[in-house]
């Protein structure tokens, strides 16, 4: 059997998914026995209506789930810990005047991301989880996120010569987010501990997003896992002439998927129901993983 990865994200095009497949992945490792957390990165989290109850800024153990945390970054809040982090030592040695300075000084536009990135590279660096999912903005968003690391390396490089003014906060801190960075980039790079898995559904825009961003991490030395392609009908509802039809479409597009994407792939059926509450997101997370090994090429039937 594989190893089990440390870290994994889940990506894709806007509503595809991500969510959904993310949490069942979470329960499946958590039912597992392993210490499980799950966090979002999307600044429209709904992690909290999928597992029917509150989470918010804060690692909350989901009821119902031995083993299974969970975490929605707000950014503001990120933003302001962030801040209050980088301007303690100032404040400690400098008083509060140079504070005021360096609170201008990290108000700067890449703060807000900067925050973000910090947040979730606190959740790599640390053996608290066995294992951490993190269910992630819309691609555009998330690629960014994860190429911040490779110019801050040179950001910091540059504000260490010069004079400290950036986003990183005094200079002092900047080794210790280095490290941090550095430690987090290298994680992110390697194949053992972090997984990557893009959901898409059959239809021609998730697709190319998909070969688009999956090339896009290959640029910053990041390979893609594995795909999910979520939302296929089941065969024995294509009988009416409409179902019959979405499906062929469906198929068109998977054979489209087989030869465009030589990726590991696991299919997602449409459910009747939306995927809430931990009975539901058990049986997708069967469907996923326990039903299924990943293949290269999806079997589809005439
Ligand atoms: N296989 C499925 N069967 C039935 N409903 C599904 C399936 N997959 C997702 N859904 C539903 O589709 C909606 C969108 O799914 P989800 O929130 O997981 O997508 P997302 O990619 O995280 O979206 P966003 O980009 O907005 O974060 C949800 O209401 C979810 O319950
Ligand atoms: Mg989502």
């Known amino acids: 059997m594989k190893k089990t990865p440390r870290f994994i994200f889940f990506s894709g095009k806007g509503g595809v998914g991500k969510t959904s497949m993310a949490s069942s992945t979470a329960v499946y490792y958590a039912e597992k026995g392993l210490k499980t957390l799950i966090v979002t990165t999307d600044p429209a989290a709904n992690l909290s209506d999928v597992f029917e109850q509150q989470i918010g800024h804060k ?43 360096m609170e201008e000084q990290l108000n700067s ?3 807000e991301e900067m925050a973000s990135f910090d947040k979730f590279t606190d959740f790599m660096d640390t053996d608290e989880y066995d294992i951490v999912i993190f269910d992630t903005a819309p691609t555009g968003h998330t690629i960014r996120l994860l ?10 490089e540059e504000s260490s010569k010069g ?7 005094p200079v002092q801190n900047i080794q210790d987010s280095k490290d941090k960075y550095d430690r987090a980039v290298k994680l992110l790079q390697d ?21 688009r961003s999956a090339k896009e991490l290959g640029e910053i030395g990041i390979n893609t896992t594995e795909v999910i392609v979520n939302g296929i009908l089941p065969e024995e509802e294509l009988l009416n ?13 998977l054979q489209q998927i087989n030869t465009e994407i030589p990726l590991p792939k696991r299919k997602m059926q449409l459910l009747a129901e939306e995927i809430r509450g931990v009975e539901i997101l058990e049986k997708v997370a069967d469907q996923l993983y326990n039903q299924q090994e990943a293949v290269n090429q999806i079997e589809i039937s005439n």
């Open 59 to 101: 690692v909350t153990a989901i009821e119902g789930v031995s083993n299974l945390l969970a975490m929605e970054i707000d950014s503001d809040e990120a933003t302001a810990e962030y801040r209050e982090r980088a301007l303690a030592p100032i404040r400690e040695a400098f008083g509060d005047e140079m504070v005021t300075i």
């Open 109 to 111: 536009p890449c703060t």
């Open 147 to 156: 190429e911040l690391p490779v110019d801050w390396s040179k950001h910091i």
């Open 163 to 169: 004079s400290g003014q950036t986003c990183m906060g």
């Open 191 to 211: 194949k053992e501990e972090t997984h990557f898995i893009f959901v898409l559904q059959p239809e021609a825009t998730p697709i190319k997003e998909t070969i």
């Open 241 to 253: 002439p409409f179902f019959k039809k979405r499906g062929e479409m469906q198929k068109r597009y």
